[in-house]
């Protein structure tokens, strides 16, 4: 087995691999998950030599937009001359196997670093968060920028180097993109899934194999005045971390959890309205008009009030979107005038701390040496950017990706069939749906709702999108939930009669839009050939579909538009409760949040989650819910599609990595067995 290469080492044998992969006949599952993500690109960037700013740059609170040293850009010709072969050669093999592709590029870790002019020690060398600001205006550094005066206190000397992230890490390989720090901010994607279980700690959990409610930074909770009242009990010395833009001096306390919502709830808080004062998870709850109050007991007691009981308040708090935030650094943003950092430079209690973020390409996380759980067992985790589709595979085979989040499903058979892998399989708490514009003309119409629902193979994209990793949905709630009715079903599949329908309507043939996300989702590995399959689908019973690919902020702003005809999206949430999907997704009071794409406001549905909310007897609570699934199954807003499997895949030598169906466990006891790093 060739050795794996330290992380920031040329992509000359990735490309190389990519293209073998895209030509083999073994890895024509592969090639169909690249052309079903609209194009990606095979190459990708490769993470760069983590180096620190010079003194002077230091000095001046600024560092250059280049500093995210980029390693050579090898072509695909370079890579295969390295290795001795012609590009007819490269394209022509059939081995796709990595201990073959090694062989036949000839090139150790070493050799591929020094083609790129990379020196393999560079990996090793941290930099203080040397943001591209210029690229990523709302996650900088800490003084970046020409007029920004730095943080206090000010960014001392860079951190003593790192280890190689072969020694003393792992990479974590996902696609996403990053527009927050702070999960509390993020509607969705790589900050909730992914960051938020590593930098913070929320004060509960939910047990990912039983789906229970565990204590967390509470070790202990009362529930008060049938479920108006939640008194929380935290735990003594835990430490916040301690990062080059912050050094606490005290441990964790009621303060801090009383400022770390408050600022949700409390739109009069002087915090509420930094970074835009949007709150996505929580402003869809109604929750600044639920929380009466959230106020300090003790110095390890906090009190929420709420207007009303809410069985379903305590699956919320235990959702990645409710971390808890540092008040100290808060009050000392303020004191400095810089309080838009607090979401940007994060400081929480987690397992590992952020080291450095390259916008687009990577982030490095460190450990955090004081972690109140024990000391995380690796001293540093990257989180890739850079790649999809069949780069990711192509970093995993390699052995630069460790880890590889969320694998197309046509890339299952590659991965099973190589022994160094070891792929996990998870029910997920997820849906995968089609929102309708219930706002907008034609789709207010009921009846037009339900012949494009009609129109759909929802079979056909069990196969060709999931390849047998996740089931029809029938309903909002995926078939894992307690609530879940199988009684409520939508539409099946009947072309005939949608155009029948359409006949009836007066609308033989329609135009309509469909915004759909670029990136792959837990729920739904591949949007655009997901789009493109319902475009053909709507096609053969008169309708023109035409498809707009949206991504990053970019989508976030035309997905709370009100001209779009239907959005192609889905929901996960790392709560067992029913409400984490009807209230952020159907509510009345979600319509003014990112989450409500449908645009769907019934006041008798509302009332049946209240119903729901109120009631402290699960029975009461199922009876509601399968009703307001009922209501669903009538009136379509939505059209659900798939709950999918959660899919994870890793090197054989990871140990303790835990895929859980709510989202990313803690990357705390994840490490690294030496004896199982060649092929078993």
């Known amino acids: ?139 900088v550094a800490a003084g970046a920028g020409p007029d920004a005066a730095p943080v206090t206190p000010r960014l001392n000397a860079a951190p003593a180097p790192l280890p190689p992230i072969r020694q003393s890490g792992f990479v974590y390989c996902v696609s996403g993109m990053v527009t927050t720090f702070n999960p509390q901010m993020a509607s969705s994607g790589v900050t909730v899934d992914t960051l938020s279980a590593q930098l913070y700690d929320r004060l509960l959990a939910v047990d990912p194999y039983t789906y229970r409610l565990i204590p967390e930074l509470a070790q202990r909770w009362e529930v008060l005045d049938n479920g108006a009242t939640y008194r929380f009990h935290l735990r003594k010395n835990i430490a916040f971390q301690r990062t080059a833009w912050f050094t606490p001096t005290r441990t964790l306390n009621a303060d801090d959890v009383v400022f770390s919502f408050a600022r949700m709830f409390d739109v009069h808080h002087p915090w509420h309205a930094v970074n835009g004062g949007d ?91 004081h972690y109140w759980r024990g000391k995380p067992r690796m001293a540093q985790v990257v989180i890739d950017l850079s790649s999809g589709g069949i780069g990711r595979l192509s970093r995993l085979l390699t052995g630069e990706c460790d880890v590889l989040a969320y694998p197309a499903a046509s890339q299952l058979s590659i991965l099973r069939d190589d022994p160094r892998l070891r792929l996990t399989l998870r029910p997920g708490m997820n849906i995968a749906y089609l929102a309708f514009n219930t706002r907008k003309p034609p789709l207010n119409d009921v009846r037009l709702r339900h012949a494009i629902a009609l129109a759909i193979n929802n079979p056909r994209l069990m196969q060709s999108i999931y390849y047998g990793t996740a089931e029809t949905a029938a309903s909002l709630l995926p078939r894992a939930s307690w609530a879940y009715d199988n009684d409520a079903r939508v539409t099946e599949y009947n072309p005939a009669k949608a155009r029948a329908l359409l006949r009836e309507l007066g609308k033989p043939s329609l135009q309509l839009n469909l915004l759909v996300p670029t990136a792959s989702q837990s729920y739904n590995p591949s949007p655009l050939k997901t789009a493109e399959l319902i475009q053909a689908d709507l096609a053969q019973v008169g309708i023109r579909l035409t498809i707009i690919p949206v991504e990053g902020r970019f989508q976030e702003a035309r997905l709370t538009a009100v001209n779009h005809d239907m959005t192609l999206s889905g929901w996960s949430t790392d709560s067992n409760d029913p409400d984490s999907f009807f209230r952020p997704l159907l509510s009345c009071a979600a319509i003014g949040s990112q989450t409500n794409y449908a645009r769907w406001c019934d006041p008798a549905f509302d009332a049946l989650l209240h119903r729901a909310l109120f009631s402290q007897q699960l029975a009461s609570r199922i009876d509601a819910y399968h009703e307001a699934q009922r209501m669903l199954a009538q009136q379509l807003p939505v059209l659900p599609l798939a709950s999918s499997l959660r899919l994870q895949a890793y090197r054989y030598g990871i140990r303790g990595l835990v895929l859980s169906p709510f989202g990313n466990a803690s990357f705390a006891g994840v490490y690294r067995d030496e004896r199982q790093e060649q092929t078993p």
């Open 1 to 139: 087995m060739s050795t794996q290469s330290d992380y920031s080492l040329t992509r000359a044998a990735v490309t190389l691999l990519a293209a073998l992969l895209l030509t083999a006949g073994t890895a024509r599952e592969a090639g169909a998950a690249g052309s079903q993500s609209g194009g990606d690109n095979v190459t990708g960037s490769g993470i760069p030599a983590a180096r620190a700013p010079n003194a002077a740059q230091r000095r001046a609170g600024a560092v250059p937009a280049d500093a995210a040293f980029k390693p050579a850009d090898m072509a695909v010709e370079v890579a295969a001359k390295s290795a001795g072969m012609t590009v007819d050669d490269a394209a022509n093999s059939t081995d796709v196997a990595v201990n073959a592709t090694a062989k036949s590029t000839g090139m150790t870790a070493n050799a591929t670093a020094k083609s790129a002019g990379v020196a393999v020690d560079d990996a090793a060398k941290p930099q203080v968060l040397a943001t591209e600001a210029a690229s990523e205006p709302d996650v």
């Open 279 to 369: 709150y996505p998870y929580f402003d869809s709850l109604q929750f600044p008009q639920t929380v009466q109050s959230v106020k300090r007991i003790d110095n390890d007691t906090v009190e929420f009030r709420l207007e009303s009981p809410d069985a379903s308040f305590l699956w919320h708090l235990a959702t990645h979107y409710a971390p808890v935030l540092s008040a100290e650094y808060a009050d000392r943003l303020t004191a400095s005038g810089h309080q838009e950092q607090l979401d940007r430079l994060p400081v929480g209690t987690g397992p590992f701390m952020l080291n450095e973020y390259h916008s687009g390409q990577f982030i490095r996380l460190t450990r955090h040496e």
